[in-house]
């Protein structure tokens, strides 16, 4: 637990990682294309009603995922209050995101399936 705990509070300090970008001017944060996460999810099936955004920082992905599955109930989840306040704070001003619960949840501890629910049609 010694090594999750450093890392915590790595994540605290520093929580939006960012990567250098060789065709960008500065720093940024890239997520997953949304092309690549529409072709995992196969077209002809159905929306997926319940997503797991785990390790959601301030919510970029969710929100992006909220957009392309309107109908589904995304539960994004971060051991960062910080991060999860941020991501709430935005939600706060996009009144289509609603269907977003963000939350505060460590994956690794066992409570968290009590926590944030089972039966998830996509993790990302």
Known sequence: MAIGNTVRRGYERRPYPAIKMKSTRGVRWCLAPMEWIAAVWQP???SPSR??????GTGAEAF???RRFPHS???AADFSPRSVAVATDLQRR???MKNIHFM???LTMRKFARTAGRGFDFIT
Do not use: T
Not at 51 to 56: E, K, P, R, T
């Open 64 to 66: 992006s995922l909220s």
């Open 94 to 96: 996009m009144p289509a």
């Open 104 to 106: 505060v949840g460590d």
């Open 51 to 56: 997503i797991l955004v785990a390790g959601c």
């Open 44 to 46: 002809a099936r159905p």
């Open 73 to 75: 109930k995304i539960v």
